[in-house]
């Protein structure tokens, strides 16, 4: 994705104005609860059907990565091995995450941390360093820590319910709140740090610390729910829909856009009518709220790690063969 930025002054424009765009909808949103003009009963179902489309429609070309990396192996039986590794990843974690979920959830956490800053901003990160990894963890750990800290009870019965009844999680809340202002603290720190050695540049800076400062007002000034969705849709899935457009065509974005949407559109749409059929199965044990925020959160934790194993070996590949 860097290289890509690099080439071409005008994409890091664009990522800009994407930033004014998720900046736009914050504060209307923002501005929209304080008049309590939200109501749960709509945007519950609003949140599900963004993160069921435009959020999962982000990872909606690993079958094509899939076969960029096995086509040359297996020419006739790349799909078979694809989908195959793909699925039995997916049900590994759904397995698991019914059998040991704060296990699973904890491990959840960790990973669409690392995920989440990862992606964020790997974009701004042109000049590798050894502290990538701890820069990338603490941005998306961000996520994690302010909705624990400015949400606490909201997000303690999200847990409970994600934890399947099997467990409950009381802890104080104290410990979140230093969890926060430490993972606040060496976030900063990290930005300055790599201002000060010239690995990123003021203006990314600028951005970066933009848009933690914005997440932060999302978790602080939002239910919990709007907040992940606007990060999780406008920002994450966003930035990772350009850079992909730009892959498939660095000339036009434009065009690469209209090529994403169309290559997207399959793996999208089994994903949305796969998230129903569970909506309208779960329904059967659980409320209407509760079966949406287990098919969200669940669904997005057992797509996430075959998701970011094939963006790993796709980076390496990409790398191999340049």
Not at 34 to 44: A, C, F, P, Q, R
Not at 47 to 66: E, R, V, Y
Request: hydrophobic share 50%.
């Amino acid at each position: 994705m860097s290289n890509l930025l690099n080439s071409n002054i005008q994409f890091k424009q664009l990522f800009l104005y994407q930033l004014y765009f998720f900046i736009m909808i914050s504060f209307f949103l923002v501005i929209a609860n304080y008049n309590n003009k939200l109501t749960e009963d709509i945007y519950l179902y609003v949140c599900f059907i963004l993160i069921a489309t435009m959020g999962i429609s982000h990872g909606a070309l690993d079958n094509q990565k899939g076969r960029y990396i096995l086509k040359t192996k297996f020419p006739k039986y790349w799909s078979l091995f694809f989908y195959g590794s793909y699925i039995s990843c997916l049900l590994f974690v759904l397995l698991f995450w019914i059998n040991f979920p704060l296990i699973t959830l904890c491990i959840f956490f960790i990973i669409s941390s690392f995920h989440f800053g990862h992606e964020d901003l790997e974009i701004f990160l042109s000049k590798k360093n050894k502290f990538d990894y701890y820069f990338y963890f603490l941005r998306g750990f961000i996520i994690i820590t302010s909705s624990l800290y400015f949400n606490y009870e909201e997000t303690l019965a999200f847990i409970n319910i994600l934890l399947l009844n099997q467990t409950t999680l009381t802890l104080s809340k104290y410990f979140f709140t230093y969890g926060y202002y430490i993972n606040l603290f060496f976030l900063m720190l990290l930005i300055f740090v790599y201002f000060f050695y010239n690995y990123i540049e003021k203006k990314e800076v600028l951005i970066i610390t933009s848009e933690i400062v914005f997440i932060i007002i999302l978790f602080k000034y939002l239910p919990l729910i709007i907040a992940f969705t606007v990060y999780f849709c406008f920002m994450h899935s966003t930035k990772h829909i350009l850079s992909l457009s730009m892959e498939l065509d660095h000339k036009n974005l434009l065009h690469g856009i209209k090529k994403f949407m169309l290559k997207s559109i399959p793996l999208t749409l089994i994903t949305f009518v796969s998230a129903l059929i569970m909506l309208i199965y779960l329904q059967n044990n659980f409320s209407i709220n509760d079966s949406m925020l287990k098919i969200i959160f669940i669904g997005l934790a057992s797509l996430t790690l075959p998701h970011i194993m094939l963006e790993y070996i796709y980076g390496k590949y990409k790398q191999k063969f340049k």
